[in-house]
């Protein structure tokens, strides 16, 4: 958000200025293990940042982050793809079909605010504990987002594009998947990158309350157990996940759409 | 009396590979009462002159005296009426138009009077509580204008006022410009790049050069202004001197003579 | 007979005139959901243990509302979404209105925000039950913290958007300093700050549900789990009903608040699906 214009460049004025960028975060850090050193909280509640990285390093070796996070990541993924396959497809209908609109207007407008958490009970009772109830779950809830996401973007290809469309020709059946679907592809992208972090909270979440592999599942195993650490090396692990996810998305965005115009 | 003084003026920008200069060298003296026009090019710095004299931004060299004394920011004596209006969208018509007397804590009484006032003044009565997305661009250009009118600033800064209107909206706001101006006989210096409005409204057109912008040319229009539009610009010397200005202008902006 | 079939073609094609008549067509669609639930249930296409039917779900939620079980467990969690949301949205904006009128703000609090926003809050709930405990605290805390991030963006978002000729404008009209955040950049910002708000809503009961259903003794998280395992599936679908027309009616309520407080916004006025 800050940007300093006249930052010098070389590898040290980088360096210099990733400092300069970081050093909230570096406060916090030293606060923390401050904090955890002086005995000013009890180590169950605040283990030192060096206790949390010997504890990383231990999980690591014992595949106990590789595991579960490789469960997590491929059911939100999973129930992402879904998402945004049918998501797609019906907020595309939704703005072509005006029938498909009154139908489906409502069924969104309710489900959109709902927190679709509370279903969790539900898809376990239908879909059992492992990965199936997690990854349908995902779909249920992401779908939403990007059928609103889709339906403002299709909406919005602006109409003397569709009338140029029409008048060389292009019927009906083919508008949608030639003219409609291309113009509103910069949408659907923001709207899957906004709806990556959902994903991957309603795996994680999921695995907290019910259980049955996963990071969330571990989380939760930890912390009946009062291993604090451990507590601590998943939730950073799950706030890695996040921020690595997210940058790669930038980058894929350049990959698969270069000729729009960028926005923040 | 001098009312606005320049000499001097310069204005760089920063860009990625070194200065840009906007204005170099610009001197513009502004007696008390007169309506100056700069016209020139696009993208001459007409416009950055004139937030300079507004205070928005800061010169890099040269004197800018207002009534005597350097500007060091905004403030209200100098009124300021830009091209997209910048209403607050927010606030109807009648707390627009008394937002500035509501800084300066006049009176209530007297708000209310002004506010009404300057309604009537510019045919908006009616309209007093309508937000402006649901005004005209004209109707918003003088609601821009009576608001900067309520509290009475000695000296008007107009930047393109009427760039953003049609045609013939355009001339009914010239013409109601001109009225307020020689009702008020306000100090008033105004950008344009519109030769035929800066000819037809103004005692005194400034020539701007390409960037970096300085006053190359100064006419001064004599034209008689107490009968009507058609009257105006029909008439001879009008037009003269409107292809004179036009033509110093079209020089300064390079293009060449077929 | 052929005026009658145009009559009919208009009426289906530009639907029906008046108010109540269109809402009701607008929410058929439901009633025919809810229609298919209940036969779909009565004709045994699906098994009654899994999926009770509709009127087995209401008579449940009736009885639930008769000894305040569900009034009482809905009040709980929506005081605590609310009380968290209330506080993350002011703590929000004023630290959004920080960042984008200070540059020492933005400095500091810009690596925080960008860092923390993609931590699922979710993942902090067992933390806060080890500090707070199971109670209202842990569930207003995660909620807050959920509701912070979404408000900060939009309302930092909402002040940098603002024209800079609005503020020219208001300090040439002889604006003070400290007036021009107060009376031109927070109204010029308020609609994304209001759509901050309105994520942040979702984010609330989000939140209260996933607290109360990871560890909780009350709220309506906890009843739909506790009688998900517990297997009064009739129950668990009574509470899930009552929190999906809560959410519902939050978020109705909050676009007429903002309908109106923006009346003058230009837009505001476009036609939503999802709200």
């Given at each position: 958000m800050v940007e300093r214009a006249d930052a010098p460049y070389g590898p040290i004025g980088l360096a210099w200025a990733g400092l300069r960028y970081c050093y909230p975060l570096l406060l916090v850090v030293v606060a923390w293990e401050l904090v955890a050193r002086g005995g000013l909280v009890r180590p169950l509640f605040l283990p030192t940042v060096t206790a949390v990285l010997e504890q990383f390093w231990i999980l690591l070796v014992e595949g106990e982050i590789v595991g579960p996070l490789t469960v997590s990541l491929y059911r939100a993924f999973a129930g992402l793809m879904l998402a945004v396959v049918f998501g797609v497809f019906i907020g595309l209908l939704m703005a072509r079909s005006k029938w498909a609109k009154w139908a489906l207007d409502p069924l969104v407008s309710f489900a959109f605010p709902a927190p679709k958490i509370a279903f969790v009970p539900i898809f376990i009772l239908w879909f059992g504990i492992d990965h199936l109830s997690k990854i349908l779950l995902v779909a249920f809830t992401c779908i939403f987002p990007m059928i609103v996401v889709t339906y403002h973007g299709a909406v919005a290809v602006s109409r003397t594009v569709i009338w140029s469309a029409e008048a060389m020709g292009t019927p009906e059946s083919k508008m949608l998947y030639r003219v409609i679907f291309p113009a509103t592809k910069p949408h659907i992208f923001s709207g899957v990158r906004v709806t990556v972090p959902v994903a991957l909270i309603i795996a994680f979440t999921a695995e907290m309350i019910a259980g049955g592999g996963g990071v969330g599942a571990a989380l939760m195993f930890a912390q009946r157990f009062f291993q604090t650490p451990t507590v601590f090396v998943y939730i950073l692990i799950m706030l890695a996940t996040g921020l690595i996810l997210d940058r790669v998305l930038l980058r894929l965005r350049h990959w698969l759409i270069p000729w729009h115009d960028e926005w923040a | 009396m001098i009312s606005i003084c320049v000499k001097h003026l310069n204005k760089r920008y920063r860009a990625r590979d070194g200065d840009v200069a906007a204005l170099a060298d610009v001197d513009i003296d502004v007696t008390e009462g007169e309506f100056v026009t700069i016209v020139g090019p696009s993208g001459c710095g007409k416009s950055t002159l004139l937030y300079i004299l507004g205070g928005f931004i800061a010169a890099d060299g040269g004197i800018i005296e207002i009534n005597g004394k350097a500007v060091t920011g905004p403030g209200v004596d100098r009124g300021v009426v830009f091209q997209e209006y910048a209403l607050f969208p927010w606030l109807t018509v009648a707390q627009n138009i008394r937002y500035g007397l509501e800084m300066s804590r006049a009176p209530r009484q007297q708000c209310e009077e002004t506010v009404e006032r300057l309604v009537r003044t510019i045919g908006l009565q009616g309209f007093e509580h309508r937000f402006p997305r649901e005004l005209s661009g004209g109707m918003k250009q003088r609601v821009a204008i009576a608001r900067t009118l309520a509290y009475d600033p000695k000296i008007l800064l107009l930047d393109e006022p009427f760039g953003a209107l049609d045609a013939q909206t355009r001339e009914v706001m010239q013409d109601e410009l001109l009225r307020l101006w020689q009702a008020t006989r306000k100090t008033v210096m105004m950008v344009t790049h519109d030769v035929n409005e800066a000819v037809y409204l103004s005692e005194r057109v400034l020539v701007m050069s390409q960037r970096p912008g300085r006053i190359v040319q100064e006419f001064k229009v004599t034209i008689d202004r107490t009968c009507e539009r058609e009257v105006t610009v029909l008439n001879e010397n009008f037009n003269q001197l409107r292809n004179k200005v036009w033509l110093a202008v079209r020089r300064q902006s390079g293009a060449r003579s077929v | 007979m052929k005026v009658m079939s145009v009559a009919l073609r208009t009426w289906l094609r530009s639907g029906p005139?008046?108010?109540?008549?269109?809402?009701?067509?607008?929410?058929?669609?439901?009633?025919?959901?809810?229609?298919?639930?209940?036969?779909?249930?009565?004709f045994d296409l699906v098994d009654r243990a899994f999926l009770p039917s509709f009127g087995e779900t209401l008579s449940a939620l009736w009885e639930m509302s008769r000894?305040?079980?569900?009034?009482?467990?809905?009040?709980?969690?929506?005081?605590?979404?609310?009380?968290?949301?209330?506080?993350?949205?002011?703590?929000?904006?004023?630290?959004?209105?920080?960042?984008?009128?200070?540059?020492?703000?933005?400095?500091?609090?810009?690596?925080?925000?960008?860092?923390?926003?993609?931590?699922?809050?979710?993942?902090?709930?067992?933390?806060?039950?080890?500090?707070?405990?199971?109670?209202?605290?842990?569930?207003?805390?995660?909620?807050?913290?959920?509701?912070?991030?979404?408000?900060?963006?939009?309302?930092?978002?909402?002040?940098?958007?603002?024209?800079?000729?609005?503020?020219?404008?208001?300090?040439?009209?002889?604006?003070?300093?400290?007036?021009?955040?107060?009376?031109?950049?927070?109204?010029?910002s308020l609609l994304s700050i209001f759509t901050g708000v309105r994520i942040a809503l979702g984010f609330c009961f989000v939140l209260t549900i996933s607290v109360e259903m990871i560890a909780a003794k009350t709220g309506i998280g906890k009843l739909i789990f506790l009688y998900g395992e517990n297997g009064a599936y009739a129950y668990m679908f009574g509470g899930l009903l009552a929190i999906v027309v809560i959410a519902y009616a939050a978020d109705r309520a909050l676009l007429a608040a903002m309908n109106y407080l923006l009346r003058w916004d230009d837009s505001i006025h476009a036609a939503h699906v999802g709200g």
């Amino acid at each position: 958000m800050v940007e300093r214009a006249d930052a010098p460049y070389g590898p040290i004025g980088l360096a210099w200025a990733g400092l300069r960028y970081c050093y909230p975060l570096l406060l916090v850090v030293v606060a923390w293990e401050l904090v955890a050193r002086g005995g000013l909280v009890r180590p169950l509640f605040l283990p030192t940042v060096t206790a949390v990285l010997e504890q990383f390093w231990i999980l690591l070796v014992e595949g106990e982050i590789v595991g579960p996070l490789t469960v997590s990541l491929y059911r939100a993924f999973a129930g992402l793809m879904l998402a945004v396959v049918f998501g797609v497809f019906i907020g595309l209908l939704m703005a072509r079909s005006k029938w498909a609109k009154w139908a489906l207007d409502p069924l969104v407008s309710f489900a959109f605010p709902a927190p679709k958490i509370a279903f969790v009970p539900i898809f376990i009772l239908w879909f059992g504990i492992d990965h199936l109830s997690k990854i349908l779950l995902v779909a249920f809830t992401c779908i939403f987002p990007m059928i609103v996401v889709t339906y403002h973007g299709a909406v919005a290809v602006s109409r003397t594009v569709i009338w140029s469309a029409e008048a060389m020709g292009t019927p009906e059946s083919k508008m949608l998947y030639r003219v409609i679907f291309p113009a509103t592809k910069p949408h659907i992208f923001s709207g899957v990158r906004v709806t990556v972090p959902v994903a991957l909270i309603i795996a994680f979440t999921a695995e907290m309350i019910a259980g049955g592999g996963g990071v969330g599942a571990a989380l939760m195993f930890a912390q009946r157990f009062f291993q604090t650490p451990t507590v601590f090396v998943y939730i950073l692990i799950m706030l890695a996940t996040g921020l690595i996810l997210d940058r790669v998305l930038l980058r894929l965005r350049h990959w698969l759409i270069p000729w729009h115009d960028e926005w923040a | 009396m001098i009312s606005i003084c320049v000499k001097h003026l310069n204005k760089r920008y920063r860009a990625r590979d070194g200065d840009v200069a906007a204005l170099a060298d610009v001197d513009i003296d502004v007696t008390e009462g007169e309506f100056v026009t700069i016209v020139g090019p696009s993208g001459c710095g007409k416009s950055t002159l004139l937030y300079i004299l507004g205070g928005f931004i800061a010169a890099d060299g040269g004197i800018i005296e207002i009534n005597g004394k350097a500007v060091t920011g905004p403030g209200v004596d100098r009124g300021v009426v830009f091209q997209e209006y910048a209403l607050f969208p927010w606030l109807t018509v009648a707390q627009n138009i008394r937002y500035g007397l509501e800084m300066s804590r006049a009176p209530r009484q007297q708000c209310e009077e002004t506010v009404e006032r300057l309604v009537r003044t510019i045919g908006l009565q009616g309209f007093e509580h309508r937000f402006p997305r649901e005004l005209s661009g004209g109707m918003k250009q003088r609601v821009a204008i009576a608001r900067t009118l309520a509290y009475d600033p000695k000296i008007l800064l107009l930047d393109e006022p009427f760039g953003a209107l049609d045609a013939q909206t355009r001339e009914v706001m010239q013409d109601e410009l001109l009225r307020l101006w020689q009702a008020t006989r306000k100090t008033v210096m105004m950008v344009t790049h519109d030769v035929n409005e800066a000819v037809y409204l103004s005692e005194r057109v400034l020539v701007m050069s390409q960037r970096p912008g300085r006053i190359v040319q100064e006419f001064k229009v004599t034209i008689d202004r107490t009968c009507e539009r058609e009257v105006t610009v029909l008439n001879e010397n009008f037009n003269q001197l409107r292809n004179k200005v036009w033509l110093a202008v079209r020089r300064q902006s390079g293009a060449r003579s077929v | 007979m052929k005026v009658m079939s145009v009559a009919l073609r208009t009426w289906l094609r530009s639907g029906p005139r008046s108010v109540s008549l269109r809402a009701a067509w607008h929410y058929l669609p439901i009633a025919i959901v809810l229609l298919a639930w209940q036969l779909v249930v009565d004709f045994d296409l699906v098994d009654r243990a899994f999926l009770p039917s509709f009127g087995e779900t209401l008579s449940a939620l009736w009885e639930m509302s008769r000894n305040g079980e569900i009034g009482f467990n809905l009040l709980v969690s929506i005081y605590r979404a609310f009380a968290g949301l209330a506080m993350g949205s002011i703590i929000g904006v004023a630290i959004g209105l920080a960042m984008a009128t200070s540059r020492r703000a933005d400095e500091f609090f810009g690596p925080l925000v960008a860092t923390t926003y993609s931590l699922p809050k979710s993942s902090l709930v067992p933390l806060f039950i080890l500090w707070f405990g199971i109670g209202d605290v842990t569930s207003i805390v995660s909620v807050l913290l959920a509701c912070l991030l979404p408000v900060i963006v939009s309302t930092y978002h909402g002040v940098q958007s603002v024209p800079p000729v609005i503020v020219w404008s208001a300090r040439a009209m002889g604006t003070p300093h400290h007036l021009i955040l107060w009376r031109i950049l927070l109204p010029s910002s308020l609609l994304s700050i209001f759509t901050g708000v309105r994520i942040a809503l979702g984010f609330c009961f989000v939140l209260t549900i996933s607290v109360e259903m990871i560890a909780a003794k009350t709220g309506i998280g906890k009843l739909i789990f506790l009688y998900g395992e517990n297997g009064a599936y009739a129950y668990m679908f009574g509470g899930l009903l009552a929190i999906v027309v809560i959410a519902y009616a939050a978020d109705r309520a909050l676009l007429a608040a903002m309908n109106y407080l923006l009346r003058w916004d230009d837009s505001i006025h476009a036609a939503h699906v999802g709200g």
